[in-house]
């Protein structure tokens, strides 16, 4: 049976690593195609995209860190 929480918990992990990368990606092509749009608003943007990378990057650190506690705990 632990072995099945072992492949539940890597799955997971590999699902947030997924998701992180594909948001951050959604996230840098929809910035670059903005400041194409408006250059005058590139500061803006440019903030908002690295504070929004840095949520992304929270959120799947907190899933993999959850994943790990399930091997471990």
Same mark, same amino acid.
């Given at each position: ?9 890597? *799955? ?5 690593? *997924? ?10 092509? $929809?910035?670059?195609? $903005? *400041? ?5 608003? $590139? ?6 995209? *690295? ?23």
């Amino acid at each position: 049976m632990e072995t099945l929480g072992v492949l539940g918990a890597g *799955i997971g992990a590999g699902l947030a690593a *997924i998701g992180a990368g594909m948001g951050i990606g959604r996230l840098a092509a $929809s910035s670059v195609e $903005s *400041i194409a749009r408006q250059p005058e608003a $590139s500061g803006d943007i440019r903030g908002a995209m *690295i504070l929004t990378a840095a949520f992304i990057e929270g959120v799947a650190l907190f899933g993999e860190v959850v994943c790990l506690l399930a091997v471990l705990g």
